[in-house]
């Protein structure tokens, strides 16, 4: 299945972000990156994943123009989901 490019307007370019996103106990069993894709539809690479019962933690790779990240960002905060971004050598090692 061919996937859509996210399309920008040069005022909203499209941009890639790396995060860390921690969710607290009660959200790990909550589709919370599924849900953030069903409303802004930004494509997401998951990079590297450790959840248990009791904390998850995921390394992102995000993509969209930037005010639609801002919005997903507001939308993981909101959620009680903690966003951090990852320093690009960290990433690329």
Same mark, same amino acid.
């Given at each position: 299945?061919?996937?859509?490019?996210?399309?920008?307007?040069?005022?909203? %370019?499209?941009?890639?972000?790396? =995060?860390?996103?921690?969710? %607290?106990?009660?959200?790990?069993?909550?589709?919370?990156?599924?849900?953030? #894709?069903?409303? #802004?539809?930004?494509?997401?690479?998951?990079?590297?994943? !450790? =959840? !248990?019962?009791?904390?998850?933690? $995921?390394?992102?790779?995000?993509?969209? %123009? =930037?005010?639609?990240?801002?919005?997903?960002?507001?939308?993981?905060?909101?959620?009680?989901?903690?966003?951090? %971004? $990852?320093?690009?050598?960290?990433?690329?090692?």
């Amino acid at each position: 299945m061919a996937s859509k490019k996210t399309t920008s307007t040069n005022k909203d %370019p499209v941009v890639r972000r790396k =995060v860390y996103v921690t969710f %607290p106990e009660r959200q790990t069993k909550e589709a919370i990156i599924c849900d953030m #894709y069903d409303l #802004y539809k930004v494509r997401f690479n998951i990079r590297s994943a !450790s =959840v !248990s019962d009791n904390l998850g933690l $995921i390394a992102l790779e995000l993509e969209a %123009p =930037v005010s639609v990240l801002d919005k997903a960002f507001a939308y993981f905060r909101k959620r009680g989901v903690k966003v951090e %971004p $990852i320093e690009i050598s960290v990433m690329e090692s």
